[in-house]
T-cell receptor, first 114, second 116 residues
Framework: AQSVSQHNHHVILSEAASLELGCNYS??????LFWYVQYPGQHLQLLLK??????LVKGIKGFEAEFIKSKFSFNLRKPSVQWSDTAEYFC????????????FGTGTRLKVLA | ETGVTQTPRHLVMGMTNKKSLKCEQH?????MYWYKQSAKKPLELMFV???????ENNSVPSRFSPECPNSSHLFLHLHTLQPEDSALYLC???????????????FGPGTRLTVT
């Protein structure tokens, strides 16, 4: 069955530390990939997306993600986190096989200490 | 209003009640979705409507009944729910094009449902 795995459920970092959140998916066909963020008390917002082209995509607020097809991965990175990055991060994959379907990971809660 | 709105934001209902959740998207999209978000679980897709037609129903119990009267509005009718149905219910929309499929989804703030 198609699935998305986010290996880190909780991450705690100090400000200015570097961030990498893992995301792996299981599906052998064509995928589109997304990272969403949910700040406390707010709704899910798109951070970045990959549809085609350069596998290194840049999103809002200094986030980037790299699609590595051979590893079925789409890890999220930020060189230097800020307190305001405290949020829950969700990786999602859209698979297309006849129709289309979005599959989400369980999310990673990031807490950044000031 | 902009984006995707949902009402009510919070709902407490007994197991014998009937209530409805409402979602409205102001983005001109042609696909709408209902998701269930529970703690420590992935978002669970419940229903998909493309061009007002239901295209997916992920084995959702019949006590949840969706309605999509037009491409901007989506309802989730609830009746005789169980305590385990307590969760955050999220609505989303996206634009589907015949050549490129569906783009990214835009989410509403959700309705926090508590079933007592």
């Amino acid at each position: 069955a198609q699935s998305v795995s986010q290996h880190n459920h909780h991450v705690i970092l100090s400000e200015a530390a570097s961030l990498e959140l893992g995301c792996n998916y299981s599906y052998g066909g064509t995928v589109n990939l997304f990272w969403y963020v949910q700040y406390p008390g707010q709704h899910l917002q798109l951070l970045l997306k990959y549809f085609s082209g350069d596998p290194l995509v840049k999103g809002i607020k200094g986030f980037e993600a790299e699609f590595i097809k051979s590893k079925f991965s789409f890890n999220l990175r930020k060189p230097s986190v800020q307190w305001s990055d405290t949020a829950e991060y969700f990786c999602a994959v859209k698979v297309t096989s006849g129709t289309y379907k979005y599959i989400f990971g369980t999310g990673t809660r990031l807490k950044v200490l000031a | 209003e902009t984006g995707v709105t949902q009402t009510p934001r919070h709902l407490v209902m007994g197991m014998t009640n009937k209530k409805s959740l409402k979602c409205e998207q102001h983005l001109g999209h042609n696909a709408m979705y209902w998701y269930k978000q529970s703690a420590k679980k992935p978002l669970e897709l419940m229903f998909v409507y493309n061009f007002k037609e239901q295209t997916e129903n992920n084995s959702v119990p019949s006590r949840f009944s969706p309605e999509c009267p037009n491409s901007s509005h989506l309802f989730l009718h609830l009746h005789t729910l169980q305590p385990e149905d307590s969760a955050l219910y999220l609505c989303a929309s996206s634009q589907v094009s015949r050549g490129q499929g569906s783009g990214e989804q835009y989410f509403g703030p959700g309705t926090r449902l508590t079933v007592t």
